[in-house]
């Protein structure tokens, strides 16, 4: 499809679902330039009326407010965002009806998240605040010189059965130039493969897992597969997001697709975050978000490097003030020299992301699980691990609202997902314990450890 007629489309489906998506790029494009008070002053100005909004129309946050003596009517200064307290995940995730506007606007609606932390969440969103992240996604794509409407390739996930409103999806996705290869499963000859689809479908960038990028390179180097050939097919860069992206990954991925590598940061829950500049530097949406860090011990603020507490300035539907996400960042508003006077973050502590071999020999990447914890209510937690070829055990925490079949809900799910056929074996915990970094990972498997210090990728 023509990228002309495709963003015509995209624009025609934003329009018809109630999203101002491409009226709000245009502001987003215009206020990257602002100077640093302009910005902060349509900071200011949108988080009043969050307060204002939270205050009225929700009943968490009106009886909160009037128990910390927080009047909408004294939010005066950003700094003011501090009377507040923090939000946790756990109140997130028991007080959720309370924090709901649910006639803010269009297509008002409950999803499901589980990411970096392994926690399971459900909230609110609508079409206005999806609308906020799509010209932000948008604009972060731009940056990387890919326009809405050029091709686009997710190597990416699906979920395990496609239903009839997925292969709807698959059709709109071909009509705005939007394709889609299987990055939850991977082997040598799957990436082989995958290279020559990409040859053929052409696209202008690949936006996935730094993780899955990282072990199509190793397995398309091993076959002496020279992906910087695609740039012939008109492949001009990478977008990355979700994991740590991490320097040495960049390199990786850098030098073997032979492209620019722009890394991006949200949390589903919180919003998009930053997009990296053909600098290398992660711009903050400071139209969207009020970012803060803190002492992750002490609770106290803190200048530069801390955990980051997130204010969606945006997302009046379900009003999130000051949420902790549990990810270390470092802040700041040093110039950068795109000229772009929107704040920088840095993921100093972040998101980890590991591979299963099935005994079938495919990689499955960590996340694929989320698919799985998404579908079976009262998964709090979850791990994977895998000690030996053969046997996979998932570790689940769960809360009252888990079903009397839910462990042989998620074996069955994860047998499916696999396509192998490994034992699975689901195990109810109390608790599964992080890193010392205060992360979890959603995969832990000493096999794939091993094979990758070997430099071995197949189990022949």
Not at 79 to 88: A, H, K, M, S
Not at 95 to 112: F, S
Not at 336 to 353: F, V
Not at 425 to 438: A, F, N, Q
Request: hydrophobic share 35%; proline share 4%; charged share 30%.
């Amino acid at each position: 499809m023509l990228p002309v007629i495709a963003r015509g489309l995209f624009a025609l489906q934003e329009r018809l679902l109630g999203r101002r998506t491409f009226s709000i790029l245009r502001q987003l494009r215009e206020s990257e330039r602002w100077s640093r008070d302009r910005i902060e002053a349509l900071q200011l100005e949108r988080l009043r009326r969050l307060v204002i909004t939270a205050y009225d129309e929700t009943t968490y946050w009106r009886t909160l407010m009037d128990e910390h003596e927080i009047s909408p009517s004294n939010i005066h200064t950003l700094e003011d965002l501090r009377r507040f307290p923090l939000l946790e995940k756990s109140v997130l995730r028991a007080r959720r009806e309370q924090m709901v506007w649910r006639d803010e606007g269009r297509r008002v609606q409950l999803v499901h998240t589980s990411g970096s932390t392994n926690e399971a969440l459900q909230f609110y969103t609508s079409a206005t605040r999806e609308a906020h992240i799509n010209a932000a996604r948008m604009r972060g794509h731009e940056w990387g010189g890919v326009r809405q409407g050029e091709r686009e390739m997710y190597f990416w996930g699906s979920p395990i059965e496609l239903s009839r409103q997925d292969r709807i999806k698959q059709v709109r996705d071909w009509l705005i130039n939007d394709g889609w290869t299987n990055g939850f499963e991977v082997t040598p000859e799957r990436v082989a493969g995958y290279v020559e689809y990409w040859k053929r479908w052409r696209p202008k960038c690949i936006f996935g897992y730094p993780s899955t990028f990282v072990l199509t390179a190793k397995m398309a180097e091993q076959q002496g597969i020279d992906l910087r050939r695609l740039q012939d097919h008109g492949l001009k860069a990478i977008f990355t997001t979700s994991e740590m992206l991490g320097e040495v990954n960049r390199k990786i991925i850098g030098a073997a697709f032979g492209v620019p590598v722009y890394d991006s940061y949200g949390l589903r829950e919180a919003g998009l975050i930053g997009n990296e500049c053909e600098h290398g530097t992660m711009h903050c949406t400071d139209e969207q978000a009020i970012l803060e860090t803190i002492d992750p011990h002490t609770l106290q603020p803190t200048d530069g490097e801390g955990e980051l507490v997130v204010t969606n300035i945006m997302g009046l539907v379900m009003p999130i003030i000051r949420y902790r996400t549990g990810d270390i960042v470092t802040l700041s508003k040093d110039p950068c020299p795109c000229g772009r006077m929107l704040s920088t973050i840095k993921i100093t502590g972040g998101r980890i992301a590991d591979f299963l071999v099935t005994d079938q020999g495919k990689w499955v990447v960590g996340y694929s699980f989320i698919y799985i914890c998404r579908s079976v209510e009262g998964i709090v937690k979850f791990q994977v691990r895998q000690d030996r070829i053969g046997q996979i055990r998932i570790l689940l925490v769960t809360d009252d609202s888990f079903p009397a079949d839910g462990a042989e809900q998620v074996r069955r799910a994860a047998r499916q997902r696999l396509g192998s056929t490994d034992e699975v074996i689901v195990e109810l915990v109390d608790d599964i314990k992080p890193l010392p970094s205060g992360k979890y990972r959603p995969l832990v498997s000493s096999v794939t450890e091993e094979m990758i210090k070997a430099g071995r990728f197949t189990l022949r």
